[in-house]
T-cell receptor
Framework: AQSVTQPDIHITVSEGASLELRCNYS??????LFWYVQSPGQGLQLLLK??????LVQGIKGFEAEFKRSQSSFNLRKPSVHWSDAAEYFC????????????FGKGTMLLVSP | DAGITQSPRHKVTETGTPVTLRCHQT?????MYWYRQDPGHGLRLIHY???????DKGEVSDGYSVSRSKTEDFLLTLESATSSQTSVYFC???????????FGPGTRLTVL
């Protein structure tokens, strides 16, 4: 069965430092991959997605992610974190492309220190 | 932002009572989904719909039913609420050929 693993439950990063959030997937075929962000008390906002083509994808708010098939990974990065980036981040993979159902990782909470 | 609303946004109810949550979209998207979010579990799919009157079960469908009589509305019903159904419920929509879901603001349900 398809699965998504986010190894880090919490990460603390200093403001202005770089960020990398890890995501590994288990999937038999070429996956469709997503990163979502959730601010406290809010819904999920799409940051970026990978379907095919260039393995480095750019998203909103200065985020990018790189698909590495050999490592079954889709890590999210940002060169310089802002305090407003503090939120929970979810990686997801399309479970059934026919109906676009998603499987989510359990999330990584990002804390930003001054 | 996608035109998705959920009602109610907050609800407190008692064990054994029926509860219906509503998801309404203005995007005319074909697919609609209900998820629940619990600490340590991320989001888990409850049910989804791929058209009017066409629905299917997700990962955690026990104790839930859904209905979709119109493109814009997707209802989630807890026939007899239990404390284990205390959660935050999210609706999402997606259109044919996009494989991208957009989420509503969520409903926080507490079952006492």
């Amino acid at each position: 069965a398809q699965s998504v693993t986010q190894p880090d439950i919490h990460i603390t990063v200093s403001e202005g430092a770089s960020l990398e959030l890890r995501c590994n997937y288990s999937y038999g075929a070429t996956p469709y991959l997503f990163w979502y962000v959730q601010s406290p008390g809010q819904g999920l906002q799409l940051l970026l997605k990978y379907f095919s083509g260039d393995t480095l994808v750019q998203g909103i708010k200065g985020f990018e992610a790189e698909f590495k098939r050999s490592q079954s990974s889709f890590n999210l990065r940002k060169p310089s974190v802002h305090w407003s980036d503090a939120a929970e981040y979810f990686c997801a993979v399309v479970l059934n492309s026919g109906y676009s159902t998603l499987t989510f990782g359990k999330g990584t909470m990002l804390l930003v220190s001054p | 932002d996608a035109g998705i609303t959920q009602s109610p946004r907050h609800k407190v109810t008692e064990t054994g009572t029926p509860v219906t949550l509503r998801c309404h979209q203005t995007e005319n998207h074909r697919y609609m989904y209900w998820y629940r979010q619990d600490p340590g579990h991320g989001l888990r799919l409850i049910h989804y719909s791929y058209g009017v009157k066409d629905t299917d079960k997700g990962e955690v469908s026990d104790g839930y039913s859904v209905s979709r009589s119109k493109t814009e509305d997707f209802l989630l019903t807890l026939e007899s609420a239990t404390s284990s159904q205390t959660s935050v419920y999210f609706c999402a929509i997606s259109d044919i050929g996009t494989d991208t879901q957009y989420f509503g603001p969520g409903t926080r349900l507490t079952v006492l």
